[in-house]
């Protein structure tokens, strides 16, 4: 998903939140970490709705984790929680596809999960909705498999709210316009198969949908 700004031809970064709800943390019996959990995708990790999702061949269950997702608008570094806000200028959903069976392994041997998380087509992405009046830190969305509802989430049970993940990150990085940030999944998470319709919901954003293969 590249941006075109004057003559620079800018991909976006994609920063992902874990373990950001307590109930997805207790579904797959863990314990609420002392630092927030900040990894990153690539721009290949990117797929529009209504194209298909290509599972990885032979690497184990995938496993799908329906997301909020916000995007910077105004870049800035060292950004307090305070002016956080204003550095979003729209939102959607998303999903943060997991190879699961590598994620499990890659936790008992303290690897990094970039094989596990970062692959090509792991992060199905909605069309970005301008905030306006928003309240992104009090919405609720929906992630359904085949029509069925799996994942029910609202903004306001994150551990780090938005406007805190914001400033986090900022400390960091220097968040550039048209980085996206996929803001942690709430429980229901489950495997994905061949032929599942994945789809994405909430007010105001319509459904967004991928046909899995």
Request: net charge negative; proline share 6%; charged share 20%.
């Amino acid at each position: 998903m590249p941006l075109f700004q004057g003559k620079t031809f800018v991909t976006p970064r994609v920063f992902c939140i874990g373990c950001n709800y307590e109930a997805h943390i207790k579904e797959m019996n863990g314990s609420i970490p002392n630092d927030c959990v900040i990894f990153m995708k690539p721009s290949t990790a990117l797929v529009n709705p209504n194209e298909v999702l290509y599972l990885p061949w032979n690497r184990g269950e995938v496993h799908y984790e329906t997301e909020f997702v916000v995007r910077i608008g105004k870049r800035g570094k060292h950004i307090s929680k305070e002016n956080a806000l204003q550095h979003i200028d729209a939102w959607t959903l998303g999903f943060d596809l997991t190879i699961r069976t590598l994620q499990n392994k890659f936790k008992r041997e303290g690897h990094p999960w970039e094989l596990c998380k970062s692959f090509d087509q792991s992060a199905p992405i909605g069309e970005f909705i301008p905030i306006g009046n928003k309240d992104i830190q009090n919405t609720t969305f929906v992630g359904r498999v085949n029509s069925s509802v799996v994942q029910e989430g609202c903004t306001k049970d994150m551990i780090y709210p938005i406007d805190q993940l914001v400033s986090i990150l900022s400390q960091t990085w220097e968040l550039l316009e048209g980085d996206v940030i996929f803001t942690g999944t709430p429980p229901g998470i489950g495997k994905l198969c061949s032929g599942d319709i994945l789809e994405a919901e909430a007010d105001k954003a319509g459904c967004f949908r991928w046909t899995v293969m």
